[in-house]
């Protein structure tokens, strides 16, 4: 099962809207709604930001939200602040190899 | 506080054994599945393994043992021959409710270091 693909980087100024891709497959995100995307800050554990596509855990900010077209799936963050810049992965369910795989990560740059 | 602490991690020569355990608290752990997941230096996340069932990825398979105590409230990660691409930091992290259909991870540990050099 090779990872979900996402771009390397994105970067934004403060106050903008970036979205991250994350492309997999039929077999992950193509056909099934669980996928979820978590932030990393250097040194930290992984932070779970998004569940099912598009549903936020208490407590993230409503500035992140994430949605889902045929066999991608996009993390948006609106009004970009300093504390986003960080990596963040997309993960799914697949039916290939159980039962996880996660994305290449996204470094994030706030210029 | 809900809580995971990860622990058990060192310097091991390829080929050796490690045993990675994480304990839980301020949950009712035995409802829970649990997950191993690893990062490389510099690398992405990987997923290890996940025990309701017991799953595993193709790349630790028949070399790493995922169990729980639950009336401990611990999760282990059994290594065996271990090789150098194993090494990174091992985060344990909760899955989804039993009987769910939901795969996400929630909480998550602090991470521990396993190096596999000679």
């Known amino acids: 099962q090779s990872a979900l693909t996402q771009p390397a980087s994105v970067s934004g100024s403060p106050g903008q809207s970036i979205t991250i891709s994350c492309t997999g497959t039929?077999?992950?995100?193509?056909?099934?709604?669980?996928v979820s995307w978590y932030q990393q800050h250097p040194g930290k554990a992984p932070k779970l930001m998004i569940y099912?596509?598009?549903n936020r855990p208490s407590g993230v900010s409503t500035r992140f939200s994430g949605s889902k077209s045929g066999n991608t799936a996009s993390l948006t963050i609106s009004g970009l602040q300093a504390e986003d810049e960080a990596d963040y992965y997309c993960?799914?369910?697949?039916?290939?190899?159980?039962?996880?795989?996660f994305g290449t990560g996204t470094k994030v740059t706030v210029l | 506080e809900v809580q995971l602490v990860e622990s058990g991690g060192g310097l091991v020569e390829p080929g050796g054994s490690l045993r990675l355990s994480c304990t839980a608290s301020?949950?009712?752990?035995?409802?829970?599945?649990l997950n191993w997941v690893r990062q490389a230096p510099g690398k992405g996340l990987e997923w290890v393994a996940s025990?309701?069932?017991?799953y595993y990825a193709d790349s630790v398979k028949g070399r790493f043992t995922i169990s729980r105590d639950n009336a401990k409230n611990s999760l282990h990660l059994q290594m065996n021959g271990l090789r150098a691409e194993d090494t990174g930091v091992y985060y344990c992290?909760?899955?989804?409710?039993?009987?769910?259909?939901?795969?996400?991870?929630?909480?998550w540990g602090n991470g521990i270091t396993v190096t596999v050099s000679s």
């Open positions: 993960s799914s369910f697949t039916s290939i190899s159980p039962l996880y795989v």
């Open positions: 039929s077999s992950d995100i193509g056909t099934y709604n669980s």
């Open positions: 992290a909760r899955g989804q409710k039993l009987g769910s259909d939901d795969y996400y991870m929630d909480v």
């Open positions: 099912d596509v598009i």
């Open positions: 025990i309701s069932y017991t």
């Open positions: 301020g949950f009712t752990f035995n409802i829970y599945t």
